[in-house]
């Protein structure tokens, strides 16, 4: 069942592979979540069994608890190289923005210092393209600026899987192998593959968090998937935005577009 799952695995593993090979220092940047805990499955895949580069967590100290507690007993089951970057408090973010997007800017920001620090390259991350319009203009291998802007007006052309990783020194690429997936392929994979999941995903009473994020800035949905089952019915059957839970997505039309511009993930 599914069979389609085959080509966008391979695909994403293509990608990895390349990333490995043409891209140093690199690291991936690891939420927690759905998407980043599929693309670490495949990235074990890749590389039979281990993950060649860091893990990086980019941490406000604002997850839910829950997430805190998957990551620690996925980092111990799988023995996962795991770098945890706090980010800075949220006054000293850029005030004009809204407050949600402010207090989202605080990973945009530990992004930008582990990069001054630590020299990275490329960095991975398990964006898709479906999640929202700003990441629909994404390539897999995106040029970033020092300070992490990007220009989504000047991107590199990528035509049959030829990817452009050589950019000027004062660049990063960030590399995003989840891209050509959509949400109901990474439950239908994460099923079929049985990758470890935050519970989080899961209906109780009544709600479930179809997207993880920092407790003061993601709520759940009303849901009564309980399975993963239920969750691929549930998606086949909603027009419910998947970031419905994300306060930052129904503020002002422009955040998102800040965000991304200026580095956010």
Known sequence: ?????????????????????????????WSIGKDSNALLWMIRKA???RVPFPLVQ????????????????????????????????????DQTLPPATRAATRKTVGLRNLLEREKYRGIIAGIRRDEQSMRAKERVFSPRTLDGAWDFKDQPAEFWDQYKTDFPDG????????LHWTEIDIWRYTKRENIPIVPLYFSRNGKRYRSLGEKNITFP?????????????????????????RSMDHESEDSFERLRASGYM
Request: hydrophobic letters at 40%; charged letters at 30%.
């Open 47 to 49: 590389f039979y069994g």
């Open 171 to 178: 660049c990063h690429v960030r590399i995003h192998p989840l």
């Open 221 to 245: 949905i009303d849901s009564n998937a309980a399975t993963i089952d239920d969750i691929i019915h549930e998606l086949e059957t909603t027009n419910t935005s998947e970031r419905a839970g």
């Open 58 to 93: 980019l941490d406000t100290e604002m997850e839910l608890p829950e997430v805190y507690e998957f990551r620690d007993f996925l980092v111990k089951e799988w023995g996962l190289p795991l770098k945890v970057e706090l980010c800075p408090p949220e006054k000293d973010m």
């Open 1 to 29: 069942m599914y069979h389609y799952l085959d080509d966008l695995e391979n695909r994403t593993i293509y990608i990895l592979r390349e990333a490995y090979n043409r891209v140093e220092p690199l690291a991936m940047l």
